[in-house]
């Protein structure tokens, strides 16, 4: 059996590039989301997600709008704020305010807003009609 030198050494290269590209993707901490994003799970879906090191401990500040943006990055379908509160009560979250669907919305106006957003209003409400949401998954 003979072996191609050239070839085995130009397929290490490109592995060795694209290894030295994800080392880099890696240690920026704004590529992140990125990785995360392109990671697949055993069904073979892609699931972006906050990773636990961002997620304040439950009760600190900070906490039920990172548990919101984490929930958002996970529809894949633009969303209100109602069906994503409801969605997060089925999986056990817990909402202390009376109206979830509605301080929901607001966190998402919110997330909305931020300097690196993590979701965008799909389209305005208005009436009794919600305001849908979509994520926004980083570039």
Known sequence: MLIDREK????IADQKRRLELLERIDSDP????????LMVNGTSTVKPVISAAKMPAPGKKGYVSAAIAKA???CEK????????????????????DKPGLAVTEALRA??????PVVRIFKNGKGSVPTLFERILPQ
């Open 111 to 116: 997330l909305a807003k931020k300097e690196h």
């Open 8 to 11: 085995l050494k130009t397929q």
């Open 30 to 37: 704004s590529m992140l989301p990125l990785l995360e994003s």
């Open 78 to 97: 633009p969303f209100s704020g109602y069906i994503l509160a409801k969605k997060m009560e089925g999986e056990g979250f817990h909402f202390e305010a």
């Open 72 to 74: 958002a990055l996970a």
